[in-house]
């Protein structure tokens, strides 16, 4: 497939990173030739100098009727649905523009867009606020995501000294039942495909994946809790925040705390109808975060533009005995360090990004099917083909490489685990959790 991508910011760039690792016709453009030169020095693709709306610099970096999907990315709205729009005149098959108005997304908003040649909208700070509102609905997991209306779920589950699985073989923990698989393990600042023989330690976040009527049943060996939200404190007025209030004021009591007091002013206009607490203040001051009452928030969520900060508040939290905190990190390469602490869930936008283009990409080649991308690792849901390798024997004897492991399947819209004796078969869709960059070795199994 020729992908190219309009825009070599931090969105751009690691989109194109990802997207480099999957043999795929990557171009990139921008107008910044410092900024192509790093991709070109690093990854697998092409890179072009040019106006992202023009229509003889994006002819040139090949927009064409063999282009089959353009993905503009830079950080400019307008800029990215102009260059969609002249993306489709020139040929384009599929376009994609990042947008920052969450008007844009209603049905007339996408019916407009549409005549105008741009097929999708990704709005990153919806996708934030949907993973957020995720997170609080089910505060003992840390990640949550279901696959074919609810057929098999993923979720990850940091556990402690304490919980009856911390210490014990995996092959120990499912020898008597297969209600659920640990697909990974993140282990400090490495992620591990496991064997039977690993033992799971303190602080390790388990990646499980099950069917709903075991989700409970995994709570208990992590010895966690189940308690409800009922109010929240979030650190930040930007866009996830008042995303954040329109989806679920009325299911959660929000106190909005934001330092800059031109963005405070226009809150309440920003979040009308929404039944939310607006305070001016900074809430890296501990006497504030007091005086609003923290000790009695259920959850924190911190959302400012500052990474560094969203971490040390939602550590504060946890000190003031807020049982749950999520915070957005939105530098890469601190993932790993704040994953490290107690912090809670992480949200990123640019991997949400990345996530959603990537089940765009599904619907231009069915043979690549991701539907998640964490810092490094991927899930892919990948349909086994008639003739294919991954059907001709039980998994225990396709000899798959240690840095995937085959999660579950859905087969006949039924979810199911797979163990050793099984035998996938044409037509299942199997999902997949691999580390960074082996995807596309997978891949080649399932066609």
């Given at each position: ?60 970096a ?22 969609c ?15 920052d108005n969450?008007?844009f ?28 509102v ?27 000294n ?39 330690r ?62 405070c ?27 609003e009452?923290l ?9 400012t533009?500052?990474?560094e ?29 704040a ?7 992480i949200?990123n ?18 043979n ?5 991308t ?10 086994a ?8 024997a039980?998994?225990?004897?396709l ?18 685990l ?20 082996h ?9």
């Open positions: 497939m020729r992908i190219v991508i309009v825009g070599a910011g931090e969105v751009g760039s690691h989109l194109a990173k990802l997207l480099s690792r999957e043999n795929q016709d990557i171009i990139v453009v921008d107008r910044d030739n410092d900024k192509l030169d790093k991709l070109d020095a690093n990854y697998n693709l092409m890179t072009s100098v040019g106006s992202p709306t023009s229509f003889r610099d994006l002819a040139a090949g927009v064409n009727e063999d282009c089959d999907l353009l993905i503009a990315v830079t950080p400019f709205e307008n800029t990215n649905l102009i260059a729009t002249i993306g489709k005149k020139l040929g384009a098959t599929k376009t994609v523009a990042r947008i969450y008007e997304l209603s049905a007339s908003g996408r019916e407009f867009f549409s005549s105008m040649g741009v097929d999708h909208l990704i709005y990153p700070e919806d996708l934030a606020a949907k993973e957020i995720t997170a609080l609905r089910r505060p003992w997991v840390r990640n949550w995501y279901e696959l074919h209306d609810g057929q098999l779920i993923i979720l990850s589950v940091r556990v402690r304490g919980a009856e699985i911390i210490g014990r073989k995996l092959r120990d923990i499912t020898s008597s039942q297969h209600n659920y698989h640990v697909s990974a393990i993140k282990r400090r600042h490495d992620t591990l495909i496991p064997g039977g023989e690993d033992v799971v303190d602080n390790d976040i388990l990646f499980f994946t099950t069917t709903r009527d075991y989700v409970d049943e995994i709570r208990q060996i992590c010895g966690k809790r189940d308690y409800k939200i009922e109010k929240i404190m979030i650190m930040g007025g930007g866009r996830i925040a008042v995303r954040l209030a329109h989806m679920a004021s009325d299911r959660w009591e929000m106190t909005i705390i934001e330092e800059n007091a031109e963005v002013r226009r809150l309440p206009e920003r979040c009308s109808g929404c039944d939310v607490n607006i305070i001016h203040g900074d809430a890296r001051n501990n006497d504030t975060l007091r005086e009452g000790e009695g928030m259920d959850a924190f969520v911190a959302l533009d500052f990474s900060s969203n971490i040390l508040g939602c550590l504060t939290a946890k000190e003031f005995g807020v049982s749950k905190t999520v915070a957005e990190v939105e530098n890469i390469q601190f993932i790993s360090e994953e490290a602490l107690n912090i809670g869930s949200i936008k640019k991997l949400l990004a990345s996530s959603k283009i990537f089940q765009i990409l599904l619907a231009s080649d069915e690549t099917s991701k539907f998640l964490l810092a490094d690792a991927e899930i892919a849901e990948l349909e083909r008639e003739g294919s390798k991954i059907t001709q039980p998994v225990m004897d000899k798959l490489s240690k840095e995937m492991t085959i999660a579950g399947l859905i087969r006949d819209g039924e979810g199911m797979v163990g050793g004796r099984t035998q996938i078969q044409p037509g299942d869709h199997v999902v997949v959790f691999c580390l960074s960059g995807i596309h070795k997978i891949e080649r199994l399932f066609s």
